[in-house]
């Protein structure tokens, strides 16, 4: 079975720029999260869809934050205009339903570097 | 959400079996007890859940104190691929879509 496939792996960008991140869940699943990895933060959450719909993005740090989710099985995370700070492993996650006996199931993640 | 503490690390030897503690104090009657380990350079994975009753996969078990208050995630024989940071974290059983991550244990298996 497919799992969520996230693009790039891997990005190298500068300063400034606009970076993209994609996300494909689970074909079936209608909840997508997506989470962000520090050494300083940790995991965090930044938003989450349900249906294509955002429910909680008070998880995103500030306006250069976007993200959309067009239809079930596309989604992504955008930075515009990124900064060092934003350099990060953002996972993207599904699972079937929100509640609490779903697990979610996560992508290999997309280390961004912001130079 | 409650929170959960977890040893910052723990080592354990190759084919041997591992006792991850998790304590959570806080727990609510209704609050799932989920665990998820993360390998080097990939995202999390789940490993198991329960709520009440000790419960049993294919990857480890869960024991869950008769209070609630503590649990343990047991892998029965742990190999070098079982090394990983794992993490406990509680999910409320209704409307509590997001994963809180805590600073998790890290598992050194050695040879």
């Known amino acids: 079975d497919a799992g969520v496939i996230q693009s790039p792996r891997h990005e190298v960008t500068e300063m400034g720029q606009e970076v993209t991140l994609r996300c494909k869940p689970i074909?079936?699943?209608?909840?997508l999260f997506w989470y962000r990895q520090t050494m300083m933060r940790g995991l965090e959450l930044l938003i989450y869809?349900?249906?294509?719909?955002?429910?909680?993005d008070s998880g995103m740090p500030e306006d250069r934050f976007s993200a959309k989710m067009p239809n079930a099985s596309f989604s992504t995370l955008k930075i515009q205009p990124s900064e060092p700070r934003d350099s990060a492993v953002y996972f993207c996650?599904?699972?079937?339903?929100?509640?609490?006996?779903?697990?979610?199931?996560f992508g290999d993640g997309t280390r961004l570097s912001i130079l | 959400d409650a929170k959960t503490t977890q040893p910052n690390s723990m080592e354990s030897n190759e084919e041997e079996p591992v006792h991850l503690p998790c304590n959570h104090s806080t727990i609510s009657g209704t609050d799932y007890i989920h665990w998820y380990r993360q390998l080097p350079s990939q995202g999390p994975e789940y490993v198991i859940h329960?709520?009440?009753s000790n419960v049993n996969n294919r990857m480890a078990s869960l024991a869950i104190a008769e209070d609630r208050k503590s649990s343990t995630l047991i892998l029965h024989r742990a190999t070098l691929r079982d090394a990983a940071v794992y993490y406990c974290?509680?999910?409320?059983?209704?409307?509590?879509?997001?994963?809180?991550f805590g600073t998790g244990t890290r598992l050194t298996i050695i040879p």
């Open positions: 869809f349900n249906n294509n719909v955002p429910i909680d």
């Open positions: 074909s079936g699943h209608d909840y």
């Open positions: 329960g709520l009440t």
């Open positions: 996650a599904s699972s079937l339903r929100g509640n609490s006996n779903q697990p979610q199931h």
């Open positions: 974290i509680l999910r409320a059983n209704f409307g509590n879509e997001k994963l809180t």
